[in-house]
């Protein structure tokens, strides 16, 4: 796509983008992920280096390497499996179980990425140690571009799965919760 990756688009670019296309950036990938969901497709590494940015500026998701389809909106991968471990929630970083509820997540970081225009998640730490912050309840700062309102929705997609009662979002109540 003619503007490239999303990550490196963010990064050359942020001075020139407003808020609100910033937020439209988040929708367009919210509806590529609610359509994944709807087609019952687990993307696996949703983040702003695997999403492209065409000649208007509409958001893309890509990179499907990882992405399985899914029966029960449920997939466990092998042990020793690598996976994005700043991307991920507590159910994958300890049991490997990845669902629509942990791309939920991811799209939670997306959303930050875009916010801090193209900064990398737990920025000065290692992956062990944000293993230890997420399973503690640790999670990402509001960056300065995002409103109390975009952060409150990113924060909900960090919510903890708690056995089958959760508050984390789906991608369909991202896309109607998004002003």
């Not at 990882?66 to 042990?79: G, H, I």
Request: aromatic residues 12%; proline residues 3%.
């Amino acid at each position: 796509m003619e503007n490239g990756c999303l990550l490196h688009f963010l990064q050359q670019h942020s001075r020139t983008l407003g808020r609100v296309q910033l937020l439209f950036m988040c929708q367009d990938v919210c509806e590529g992920m609610e359509y994944l969901e709807q087609s019952s497709f687990i993307h696996r590494d949703l983040a702003a280096r695997n999403c492209l940015v065409n000649e208007r500026n509409v958001v893309k998701v890509c990179d499907f390497g990882m992405t399985r389809y899914v029966l029960d909106n449920q997939y466990t991968s092998s042990m020793g499996s690598r996976f994005p471990v700043k991307w991920s929630p507590p159910e994958v970083l300890h049991f490997n179980k990845f669902s629509n509820k942990s791309d939920v997540w991811s799209f939670g970081v997306l959303m930050w990425e875009v916010f801090s225009e193209g900064k990398t998640p737990f920025e000065n730490r290692s992956n062990l140690e944000v293993v230890e912050e997420v399973t503690q309840g640790g999670r990402l700062y509001r960056p300065h571009r995002a409103s109390a309102h975009i952060y409150n929705i990113m924060y909900r997609c960090w919510h903890e799965v708690r056995h089958t009662h959760t508050d984390r979002h789906t991608s369909q109540s991202i896309h109607y919760t998004t002003p």
